[in-house]
């Protein structure tokens, strides 16, 4: 985790624990030694939106317990162009920091606030300790690679084998309507570039599929979007 993000002490140990057994089902199986070490050795940290959790090419400092928010893990190229791999949110913890723990490897892509966030950290030493010794922490960090894989490969087949204006339809029909974000958002959350999104989108709303307004999307038709995403 970065410097600029505030380190903060639990007021309540106990409430503590019983919050991270509430948001984290497969941790209340865990001994209650257990889930008081991440209590007690863990650190807990807020960082407001926009801030960078970790980034490429940068050593893991330990496994995030998301609190509150939500990080978005992303892939950074040369060229300026971003892949969003997948979010982390409230209950949930980082493949990709378990994975370079477990490997004793840098982070290969970045990770970005994209609310205000609060995690709980355990430290590297903790973690390999939890691993070996319990069953329920174990299965917690195994269970994160099958869910996050299936993410990343139907973002490969997405990216593979779906032309782009599909991807983009399928992107706003998924969000909240309208969709308040900017053309250069949705083209990194595809991959793409502002350019050739905005043409999409004036094409859908030729088509009466969208109404473009400042920096936020009205859908028109969700049926033909849907339509397009599914064919």
Not at 200 to 209: H, K, P, S, T, V
């Amino acid at each position: 985790m970065p410097s600029n993000t505030s380190p903060k002490p639990f007021p309540d140990p106990a409430d503590a624990e019983a919050a991270l057994r509430r948001l984290f089902p497969a941790l209340a199986q865990a001994a209650p030694s257990t889930i008081a070490r991440i209590v007690g050795h863990g650190i807990r940290r807020k960082a407001p939106a926009g801030a960078v959790m970790f980034d490429a090419h940068t050593p893991c400092g330990g496994f995030p317990l998301v609190l509150a928010g939500s990080i978005k893990v992303l892939q950074r190229y040369p060229n300026g162009r971003e892949l969003p791999l997948y979010r982390v949110k409230p209950g949930e913890s980082c493949l990709l920091s378990g994975s370079c723990l477990l490997g004793h490897n840098d982070y290969t892509a970045t990770g970005i606030a994209e609310t205000d966030v609060e995690v709980l950290v355990v430290p590297p030493p903790d973690f390999e300790a939890l691993i070996a010794s319990d069953a329920a922490f174990r299965n917690h960090v195994f269970s994160l690679f099958g869910e996050r894989l299936a993410t990343v490969l139907s973002l490969v087949e997405a990216i593979a084998y779906q032309k782009l204006d599909q991807r983009l339809a399928a992107l706003l029909v998924a969000k909240p309507d309208p969709v308040s974000a900017t053309h250069q958002v949705l083209a990194d959350e595809l991959g793409s570039v502002r350019e050739i999104v905005s043409r999409l989108l004036r094409a859908f709303e030729d088509r009466g599929w969208v109404a473009l307004e400042r920096q936020r999307i009205r859908i028109v038709d969700r049926e033909a979007l849907t339509a397009l995403a599914r064919a």
